[in-house]
């Protein structure tokens, strides 16, 4: 019996096939691969065919929004500027009334001021407005009430007007130059008398009269001063 084995092998021997696992791994990725970009493929599609009435959609419902916040904020400047302007009207009385002791009394105010101008005839128991229309811006001397004008040739003529609350002349001062007499400074004078004025006395330097007005004095106290002012009862 031989024992030895034989040069060639009595069955040909099986070929090495390469592992199934790793094509098996590769297969799947490409499947997800594909099926991504079909996926992605697929929403742009949708995207474009869905994307014209979703703006739309939008859009309408944007402007009504936009229209009721412009509206809310207009309503609510309007709401909060009332508040306001009461507050600081209240304010303003508050302490307008603070500052003003209780017992106090208001300074009357003239109906006609310093700068009113009209042009009547100056004259007793007329308007200062008068005075400032036939003379100009008046010169303040002493009290408050009374105002000096300048007439005259050169401004010799100092006309003192006295006025009352009302604006109404209660009493004239009147300085002429010193060349005048006594007869001129007489005229001069007389000429502020009211237009109804009628003489009813006449002693010395005083000289009475009656008017609508009231009863007036012209008090030559000087040469050329007089003094034009109604009588005191």
């Known amino acids: 019996m031989n024992d030895q084995f034989p040069d060639q092998p009595t069955m040909p021997m099986p070929i090495a096939k390469p592992?199934?696992?790793?094509?098996?791994?590769?297969?799947?990725?490409?499947?997800?691969?594909?099926?991504?970009?079909?996926?992605?493929?697929?929403?742009?599609?949708?995207?474009?065919?869905?994307?014209?009435?979703?703006?739309?959609?939008?859009?309408?419902?944007?402007?009504?929004?936009?229209?009721?916040a412009i509206a809310t904020q207009t309503s609510q400047s309007a709401n909060t500027a009332t508040p306001t302007n009461t507050a600081i009207a209240?304010?303003?009385?508050?302490?307008?009334?603070?500052?003003?002791?209780?017992?106090?009394?208001?300074?009357?105010t003239p109906t006609q001021p310093?700068?009113?101008?009209?042009?009547?005839?100056?004259?007793?128991?007329?308007?200062?407005?008068?005075?400032?229309?036939?003379?100009?811006?008046?010169?303040?001397?002493?009290?408050?009430?009374?105002?000096?004008?300048w007439t005259g040739p050169n401004q010799t003529i100092d006309i003192n007007v006295?006025?009352?609350?009302?604006?109404?002349?209660?009493?004239?001062?009147?300085?002429?130059p010193n060349s005048w007499n006594t007869p001129q400074t007489q005229s001069y004078c007389g000429q502020f008398l009211?237009?109804?004025?009628?003489?009813?006395n006449s002693a010395d330097n005083i000289t009475n009269y009656h008017s609508s007005a009231g009863d007036i004095v012209l008090n030559l106290q000087s040469s050329s001063v007089c003094l034009l002012s109604f009588a005191k009862l």
């Open 114 to 149: 310093l700068s009113s101008i009209t042009h009547g005839k100056p004259r007793l128991g007329g308007l200062f407005s008068d005075f400032v229309g036939t003379y100009g811006t008046p010169t303040p001397q002493g009290d408050s009430n009374s105002q000096n004008f």
């Open 194 to 200: 009211p237009d109804n004025a009628v003489q009813f």
């Open 19 to 68: 592992p199934r696992k790793r094509r098996t791994r590769w297969l799947v990725i490409v499947i997800l691969v594909g099926v991504v970009l079909m996926l992605g493929i697929g929403v742009g599609v949708l995207g474009k065919i869905l994307g014209p009435s979703r703006s739309q959609v939008s859009s309408a419902t944007a402007t009504p929004t936009i229209g009721i």
């Open 162 to 176: 006295l006025r009352n609350e009302q604006g109404g002349v209660t009493q004239l001062n009147i300085l002429g």
């Open 90 to 108: 209240t304010g303003t009385a508050t302490q307008a009334t603070s500052t003003t002791p209780a017992t106090q009394k208001p300074t009357p």
